[in-house]
């Protein structure tokens, strides 16, 4: 009975594990290029109680194993980056990745991360920062008396400046790739770092053979499924209760072990 105890404990420390994922995605349902992530499990190690192929009788071999499993791991929560929705916005500085690829932003320690965020803003000194302050790589300063920004699907980036016929460029934004971007190290913010899972990143123009391009006014919503994490939820709700039963049903039959002698 102490087998079943301990497999149905991990059973629902696993299910809880899967539950608090799902509540992240939901609670992430309208933050902006947000990636649902989902919990990964592996059964551990097997008892061997007889090994197939193992003689019973002379010239009789046992075909099939009878093996005891002793409950279940998680392995991994891995982010589904595949895109969200893209939703029209009035700002000149919402930018949105239609197709693969990630802003760079420079932290205040100098080095770099990655986003998908392209909600923008202008700092005091007229460069193109996140919400949070960080600058976008490379920098790109307005020009203090622009009257319009253009960004064009290349990233070419233009001011349209008083009493001036023709836009002037003032940069280029950059997108990067990885090989493997679930290998990417959530630190939160909406912002990715490389490790040596994901790979070191690919940098690329916009709209480049293996890069999207990017949209202006736009912001890129969350891909999490409302319905479809309801569903999980209550099938992990259902397994969470069911690994309970099993406890239950253990401690009754060791229940009635101790009380034979009664």
């Not at 016929?165 to 190290?185: A, R, S, W, Y």
């Not at 940098?203 to 293996?210: I, T």
Request: net charge negative; aromatic share 6%; hydrophobic share 35%.
């Amino acid at each position: 009975m102490e087998r079943a105890l301990r497999t149905g404990a991990m059973g629902m420390n696993a299910q809880q594990t899967r539950v608090e994922l799902i509540a992240n995605n939901l609670a992430n349902v309208n933050t902006t290029a947000f990636k649902k992530g989902r919990a990964e499990f592996q059964d551990l190690m097997y008892q061997n109680i007889k090994v197939a192929g193992t003689q019973q009788e002379r010239n009789v071999e046992i075909p099939t194993e009878v093996q005891l499993g002793s409950g279940v791991r998680l392995v991994a929560t891995t982010k589904n980056f595949y895109q969200g929705d893209l939703l029209p916005t009035n700002s000149q500085l919402d930018l949105a990745i239609n197709g693969d690829g990630f802003f760079q932003i420079k932290r205040t320690d100098g080095t770099l991360a990655y986003t998908r965020d392209g909600s923008f803003k202008l700092s005091r000194d007229g460069k193109i920062v996140t919400s949070d302050g960080y600058y976008l790589e490379p920098d790109i300063t307005i020009p203090e008396d622009a009257v319009a920004i253009n960004v064009s699907k290349d990233g070419i980036v233009e001011a349209v400046l008083p009493d001036q016929t023709e836009p002037l460029t003032i940069g280029q934004i950059d997108l990067v790739k990885f090989i493997n971007p679930t290998g990417l190290k959530n630190i939160g913010n909406n912002l990715y770092l490389a490790t040596p899972s994901s790979g070191i990143p690919i940098n690329g123009v916009p709209g480049s053979e293996g890069f999207g391009e990017i949209m202006q006014s736009y912001l890129e919503s969350s891909n999490v499924d409302i319905v479809e994490e309801m569903v999980n939820m209550i099938s992990a709700q259902r397994a969470y209760e069911i690994n309970s039963r099993t406890i239950r049903t253990a401690d009754d039959m060791e229940s009635t072990v101790v009380n034979i002698a009664r």
